[in-house]
Every structure is written in structure tokens, then in C-alpha cells.
């Protein structure tokens, strides 16, 4: 079964340089969550889309920016990086219409800021 | 509002032995529950889920979990630890409907398995 990709798996990158995530939720998955899980850390909700609309925000940096494209897949933006924003982020999907309640979570981008 | 509190950061069994992870929730409205598993430099996988029905769940790998709604706890159990448990635990709440239906994590207890 297809499960949720996100890309780059790794990325190194300077401080105040700018970072893109992609996320491909499965196939039917009507909305997409991005999470940041810091070292040894729970995940941290940083912003949801239902349907292409962003519909609920947590803690997401005003540095950080999302979308979600007509093909459904999603993209983290962030930029003026700090070495705090080194962690994994997770995209997870879901039917939210089933109403089942479980997310499906891809493997992670780490992301490490030098 | 929702949270999640799992007891114990770290719980370390003997192969063989009973794995019990501590989970309690707060939720203003009856909650959706769940136990996810996340081994090294993977994903958070599924274990388990409550939503409705029967209050002991069961779900992969051996592990099952009691909605206890009087004691406002959904612990993880499994009778006889295998080493390839060894991985971190997450428990979330979310609201069954209503609200937002964004999970809250808990902080994660990770499970130690010793030969």
C-alpha cells in the first residue's frame, strides 16, 4: 500500500539560509499535518490542511510557511533557519471524512541547521 | 483544550517480561485515543486505537490498551516483551467530534528491553 513520501529524507543547511520540505500524503488522504519532533522531544503540531486550506495552526514559526497544491501534496517553507530548528519534521495524512482519527506519518526530513 | 501525560520516560523490562506503558488524558469531551510507536529514524507507526465500542483494544505486534474512562487512562500493555519492542511510545488524545481534530502527543516513554 502507498504510505506518505516526504522529501529530502536529510538536509544540511547554514543559519538564515532557507529549507523546503515536500510531503505526497497517500492517495485519497484529504488533509495533510506537518509536525516537528526536536531530540529526544514529542512531536510538535505545526499546521494542517484540509482540502488544499490550511485549517489549523500550532506552533509554526512566522518564519515558516506551508501549502498544500492541487495534486494534494504539501511543502514546508522555512527560512531565516536558526540552529534551533534542527529536528525531524513529519507529514502525516489522514481521511479525516472516515473520521477514523489515526494519521499515517512519512519516515521524517531531518533537517540539521550548522 | 487536551493533553496527554505518559508516566515514565523510560521503562526498561526483561525479555519475557510484561511491558506496561502509563498513559493518562484530559478531555473536556470524549476522547479519541491512541498509542504510536516510533523506532530510530523512522516514522510514527499506528499500535492501536479507541473510538467507540469496546474498551480493551488490541492491536499489532501483541499490544492491547484498556479505555479506563473512570480513571482517565489508556495504558499499553503486552504479557512477554520481545527485544524488537524496543522503540519509543507515544500515546495521543484527540476529540471524537467537535473541535479541532488535531491529536496531542504525549511526551513519550521509551522501552527498554534487556536479553
Known amino acids: 500500500a502507498a504510505g506518505v513520501i516526504q522529501s529530502p529524507r536529510h538536509l544540511i543547511k547554514e543559519k538564515r539560509e532557507t529549507a523546503t520540505l515536500k510531503c505526497y500524503p497517500i492517495?485519497?488522504?484529504?488533509?495533510v499535518y506537518w509536525y516537528q519532533q526536536g531530540p529526544g522531544q514529542d512531536p510538535q503540531f505545526l499546521i494542517s490542511?484540509?482540502?488544499?486550506?490550511?485549517?489549523d495552526k500550532g506552533s509554526i514559526p512566522d518564519r515558516f510557511s506551508a501549502q498544500q497544491f492541487s495534486d494534494y501534496h504539501s511543502e514546508l517553507n522555512m527560512s531565516s533557519l536558526e540552529l534551533g530548528d534542527s529536528a525531524l519534521y513529519f507529514c502525516a495524512s489522514s481521511w479525516v471524512s472516515a473520521n477514523t482519527g489515526e494519521l499515517f506519518f512519512g519516515e521524517g526530513s531531518r533537517l540539521t541547521v550548522l | 483544550a487536551q493533553s496527554v501525560t505518559q508516566l515514565g520516560s523510560h521503562v526498561s523490562v526483561s525479555e519475557g517480561a510484561l511491558v506496561l506503558l502509563r498513559c493518562n488524558y484530559s478531555s473536556s469531551v470524549p476522547p479519541y485515543l491512541f498509542w504510536y510507536v516510533q523506532y530510530p529514524n523512522q516514522g510514527l507507526q499506528l499500535l492501536l486505537k479507541?473510538?467507540?465500542?469496546?474498551?480493551l483494544v488490541k492491536g499489532i505486534n501483541g499490544f492491547e490498551a484498556e479505555f479506563k474512562k473512570s480513571e482517565t487512562s489508556f495504558h499499553l500493555t503486552k504479557p512477554s516483551a520481545h527485544m524488537s519492542d524496543a522503540a519509543e511510545y507515544f500515546c495521543a488524545v484527540r476529540t471524537a467530534s467537535g473541535g479541532s481534530y488535531i491529536p496531542t502527543f504525549g511526551r513519550g516513554t521509551s522501552l527498554i528491553v534487556h536479553p
Open positions: 492517495p485519497r488522504h484529504d488533509t
Open positions: 490542511f484540509y482540502e488544499k486550506m490550511q485549517s
Open positions: 479507541y473510538t467507540t465500542g469496546a474498551t
